[in-house]
C-alpha cells in the first residue's frame, strides 16, 4: 500500500483547551486509485490534509502513524518534510490566489518548486514549467509563464496551480476543493484534467470536496468524516447504493437529482458539533433520524466502533449498516404513536 494512515489524531492547542479535530483515523490509498475525503465544514478535512503534508504549526500536536511508500511522516524532521513535499507528495490548495506569491511572476514560482528538488539550470527548468504549462491546458505557456497571479482568470490560476504541483512528477497529489469558486463549465474542465493527470502520472490522489457529484465522477473510494471520525468508508458504489451511516445517507439526500424532477431536498437537521463540546455517544445522534429505532439508548451511551459490514465497506453505527430496517422500525414507532 502507497499510503497508510492509522490512528491519526490531530489536536489543536486554544485558549479553550486542546481541541481534537482529527480522532483516530485511518485509511489507505494505493498508486493509480482517487480517495475522496467528503464532509461538512469542521468534520476534519483539512486538519487531515495538512498533517499529511506536514503543515501544521506548533500549536498542533499529531500523533498515530501515516506511511508515504513505508516512511514515516508523524514526527519526521522538517527538512526530511521540505524534502517529499514536491518531490513525492504535492497539493492544490483550494484559492491559487492566496497560495501562490503575489509579488512573484507565475513561471519563477514554479521553477522555483523545480529547481528546489532537482539540480538543473534555469534554462531547463523553464523548459520544464512551460512544458506542465502547456500540459494543463494554458493556450499560451509563454504569457502565462511571465505572468503575476493577479493577472489570470479563477481558471487559468488553477491551472496553473496543478502545473506547479505536478512540476516534480509527485506520487501522491492531494487536492484541496480543486472547483471552488469556478463556473460550473472551468470546474467541469479541471475535474477532467486532473482524471487525465492521475492516468498518466499514475499518481495516488486524495480528493477533499463537499461536492458528491465530484466524487461520483473522480473517485474510486470514499471516507465520509463526521466529527473529526470516520462515519463511513468504502468504495464509490458501497456509498452511493449500499449507503450504511445516517449521516451518508442525509448527504446524499441534501443534493438535487436530475432523474427526479420532483425530488425533495431533504436537509440534515441542526448543525455540525463544537470541537470543545463533543456530544455524549455517537457524534452524530443529535441530528439522527434513526436513533429511536436503536434500544437501550446506546446512541446517546456509547461510541460506536467502526465495522465491516460487507468486504472492503465499514460503517460506524450502531445500526450495522441497515438504514432500510432501522426507516422500517421508526416508521413503525410512528404510526403506533398515532393510534396511541
Do not use: W
Not at 479535530?21 to 467528503?38: N, Y
Not at 483539512?46 to 499529531?62: E, F, P, Q, S, Y
Not at 511571465?146 to 506547479?164: F, K, T, V
Not at 455517537?282 to 465495522?307: E, G, H, I, M, Q
Amino acid at each position: 500500500m502507497f499510503l497508510q494512515v492509522n490512528d491519526l489524531k490531530v489536536a489543536f492547542s486554544t485558549e479553550d483547551g486542546v481541541l481534537n479535530a482529527v480522532d483516530g483515523l485511518s485509511f489507505s490509498l494505493e498508486r493509480g486509485r482517487t480517495l475522496a475525503i467528503v464532509g461538512e465544514s469542521g468534520s476534519g478535512k483539512t486538519a487531515t490534509i495538512l498533517a499529511i503534508m506536514g503543515l501544521h504549526d506548533g500549536n498542533t500536536r499529531v500523533g498515530g502513524s501515516i506511511l508515504l511508500d513505508g516512511e514515516e511522516l508523524v514526527g519526521a524532521s522538517a527538512g526530511n518534510l521540505r524534502r517529499l513535499r514536491g518531490e513525492r507528495m504535492a497539493m492544490i490548495f483550494q484559492d491559487p490566489l492566496t497560495a501562490m506569491h503575489p509579488y512573484h511572476r507565475i513561471g519563477a514560482q514554479i521553477t522555483e518548486a523545480y529547481r528546489a528538488h532537482h539540480k538543473s539550470g534555469a534554462a531547463q527548468a523553464r523548459k520544464r514549467a512551460l512544458e506542465l504549462l502547456d500540459r494543463v491546458g494554458l493556450s499560451d505557456p509563454a504569457r502565462c509563464f511571465e505572468s503575476y497571479p493577479h493577472q489570470l482568470s479563477g481558471g487559468m490560476r488553477q491551472r496553473a496551480m496543478i502545473a506547479m504541483a505536478l512540476v516534480c512528477s509527485p506520487d501522491l497529489l492531494i487536492a484541496d476543493e480543486p472547483t471552488t469558486a469556478l463556473d460550473v463549465t472551468i470546474q467541469a474542465q479541471i475535474l477532467e484534467l486532473l482524471g487525465d493527470l492521475q492516468k498518466e502520472f499514475n499518481s495516488a490522489t486524495i480528493l477533499v470536496t463537499h461536492d458528491l457529484g465530484v466524487v461520483a465522477d473522480l473517485a474510486d473510494d470514499v471516507v465520509v468524516l463526521y466529527g473529526g471520525k470516520a462515519a463511513e468508508t468504502g468504495s464509490v458504489r458501497d456509498i452511493f447504493y449500499r449507503t450504511g451511516h445516517p449521516y451518508t445517507h442525509g448527504l446524499l439526500g441534501s443534493i438535487p437529482r436530475i432523474d427526479q424532477p420532483r425530488h425533495r431536498l431533504d436537509a440534515i437537521p441542526g448543525a455540525p458539533p463544537s470541537l470543545s463540546n463533543m456530544p455524549t455517544g455517537c457524534r452524530f445522534n443529535p441530528r439522527c433520524r434513526f436513533t429511536a429505532a436503536v434500544p437501550d439508548d446506546r446512541c446517546l451511551l456509547s461510541v460506536p466502533s467502526l465495522v465491516s459490514v460487507e468486504a472492503g465497506h465499514f460503517v460506524s453505527c450502531h445500526l450495522g449498516g441497515d438504514l432500510q430496517a432501522a426507516a422500517a422500525r421508526v416508521s413503525a414507532q410512528s404510526a403506533e404513536g398515532d393510534r396511541a
